[in-house]
């Protein structure tokens, strides 16, 4: 399966430095969380470590339970196709995730393309790679909304508080697309293995030294 989601960006690969540190927010089942051979019960992040690293008009953030490698960590992963759009014209409306593109299982089709306006700019993903251990687990927003109240501004070099800080709260069904039918859309993942996800996160950008990978 391409995971274009954990692929994009990392810290170290960047010159314009990413936000390392401390933060506020949470990460929670409703319901138990299902991760195939490897989590069914409730599940709850407490996450302590926040991060972001913007790239021209895109905005990757990371949510996660200390500061180890993602490799070792659970966390939540969510990246911003347009941050200019939704500082402009979508703060404080929620937004559809949905996975984005390159997420597809092994033998299924593409998804139709969606006009541009009707595109979804938020993806998510939460990976469980402390409670799984070595398999590998990532479980993949493909429903739900977001909302921003504050997103900040992109700039590695920004001066304003307010346009550092990022806030927002979250709703949505995640799952594996492995579980998918051979031959579905990678989102065709029966209802019963999709589990819903709450939280939230609020943290100002602090320029740092560059960090390790993160999806």
Same mark, same amino acid.
Do not use: F, M, Y
């Given at each position: 399966m391409s995971a274009?989601?954990?692929?994009? /960006?990392?810290?170290? &690969?960047?010159?314009l430095g990413c936000s390392l540190g401390q933060g506020d927010g949470d990460v929670y089942s409703v319901g138990g969380l299902h991760a195939t051979d490897c989590w069914d019960a409730a599940y709850s992040m407490r996450p302590d470590f926040f991060a972001a690293v913007p790239y021209r008009s895109t905005l990757q953030i990371r949510v996660q339970r200390g500061s180890d490698l993602q490799e070792v960590s659970d966390g939540l992963s969510v990246l911003i196709d347009d941050v200019d759009v939704i500082r402009a014209e979508k703060l404080d409306v929620d937004l559809s %995730? &949905?996975?984005?593109? /390159? %997420?597809?299982p092994p033998g299924s089709p593409p998804p139709e393309p969606k006009p541009q306006e009707l595109a979804p700019l938020v993806h998510m993903a939460l990976y469980l790679q402390r409670s799984c251990h070595n398999q590998n687990t990532v479980l993949y927003a493909v429903s739900g909304?977001?909302?921003f109240q504050a997103l900040f501004s992109g700039d590695p070099n920004e001066t304003d508080a &307010?346009?550092?800080y990022t806030d927002a709260e979250f709703d949505v069904m995640v799952g594996d697309p492995r579980d998918a039918a051979l031959g579905d859309p990678?989102? &065709?993942i029966p209802p019963e293995l999709l589990s819903r996800v709450r939280g939230y996160f609020r943290f100002y950008f602090e320029r740092g030294q560059p960090g390790q990978p993160f999806p």
């Open positions: 274009r989601l954990l692929a994009l /960006g990392t810290c170290a &690969a960047l010159s %995730v &949905a996975l984005p593109p /390159g %997420v597809e909304t977001i909302k &307010a346009d550092k990678a989102d &065709a």
